[in-house]
């Protein structure tokens, strides 16, 4: 659900350009597009621990 088009790239090298097409397409077809589900923003509440170092 969260991989979309938008947010994939395909890369390749040393390969010729119709035939990564001729392979990728059938695997990507289905690939959804649009916009990714929105996480609900975390919350901070804050805090601080600190632990004394040993001093031997």
Same mark, same amino acid.
């Given at each position: 659900?969260? *991989? =979309? @088009? +938008? !947010?994939?790239?395909? @890369?390749?090298? %040393?390969? #010729?350009? +119709?035939? &990564? &097409? =001729?392979? @990728?397409? $059938?695997?990507?077809? #289905?690939? !959804?597009? %649009?916009? $990714?589900? +929105? +996480? $609900? !923003?975390?919350? *901070?509440? %804050? %805090?601080?621990?600190? *632990?004394? @170092? #040993?001093?031997?």
């Amino acid at each position: 659900e969260n *991989y =979309t @088009a +938008e !947010r994939m790239v395909l @890369a390749a090298s %040393g390969v #010729d350009h +119709e035939e &990564l &097409l =001729t392979i @990728a397409e $059938p695997l990507l077809c #289905d690939v !959804r597009s %649009g916009a $990714p589900l +929105e +996480e $609900p !923003r975390s919350i *901070y509440v %804050g %805090g601080d621990i600190r *632990y004394p @170092a #040993d001093s031997q």
